[in-house]
């Protein structure tokens, strides 16, 4: 078995036989690459080559490629925003429902660009092939916190629920339309980063009642097209890290949260993605914290059930090499320390 299929077995729930490492490592990749970070990430060519160079450098997991996007550019663009302006992104300009009417109509072979996305994958399966894709897909109700704009979309949650609910249908299948061109171009899990969604910035009521249902049907779509899904649960997420499981994520990336717990509770339901703080720790910190950190978290997780070893958020580009050396040495250690206990 190779480590592709490693990898997705762990993310589908069985113990892959040993502890999978894949940061969230596109800017990082970039910057090792030592060729200027705008060059890079604007390049398909480099930035397969960065991240393809860099992993197989630091002997980690996973590589990540950018998504199609333009969605809400498609969507929004010529719209004003909520400064006034004409929008070039999409971004602020669903702020009455009279807007939400002004959308433009979506197709996705005429309103995205994937021929970025489709070069990288295809080098990355040509010099990488046993390595699983992840790409970022923001879920319908988070891309909708970003064409309301955030504040309004808060507002709005309380004093007009319906008009949130209905934004996030309106844009839900211009999105489900690009993971279909997403997986045509070869990427094997999308990873959805919901900080807009936690637990810091709303409650579970509300969470429940305007997000939950639209998470289910974006999460069922996702599977359709043969892809897994790692939900990233940025923020406060720890009285709803239920919903997450319930909604049919086959992973969860976690951050600011009591992770031992949330292994005990929900380990052996889903695959745990985490959990060693990116700033403070991975970036900050020395080498000896981020093995202490990382080899932690290894040994609470893998009793309970399968486990990615990862910084609980995008890893920052000037992240000290050594630390990443730690970082993939706790896991072969916690690995080997792990089997043995498993023999007796």
Known sequence: MGRKEQILQAIDGKYPGYIPVIPVANTFAAKWSGKPMGAVMGNPQLYAQAMIDCRKHFDYDGLWVNGVGGITAALGQGMTDKFGKKSTNGESVILTRESLNQLHDFKAARDL????????????KEQDPDQPIFTVVSSPASTAAVMMDVGNFYVSMIKDPEFVKDVIRRITEPIVESVKMIADAGVDVIWNPMPTLSGTCISKKLYEEICRESNIYFNEQVR??????????????DDRFDLLF???NDGIHVSECNFPEVCQKYG??????????SVPVMLLGTAEEVYKTAFDNCMAAVPHGTFILSPDCGMPPNVPYE??????????????KYESKRSY
């Open 246 to 248: 319930q909604e049919g």
């Open 224 to 237: 359709k097209c043969g892809l897994r899904l790692v939900a990233h649960a940025c923020g406060k997420w």
């Open 113 to 124: 660009k994937p021929d970025g996305m489709i070069k990288a994958v295809r080098m990355m």
């Open 268 to 277: 052996d339901k889903v695959c745990l993605m985490g959990d060693i703080p």
């Open 323 to 336: 630390n990443v050396e730690a970082m993939c040495k706790a896991a072969k250690d916690a690995a080997d």
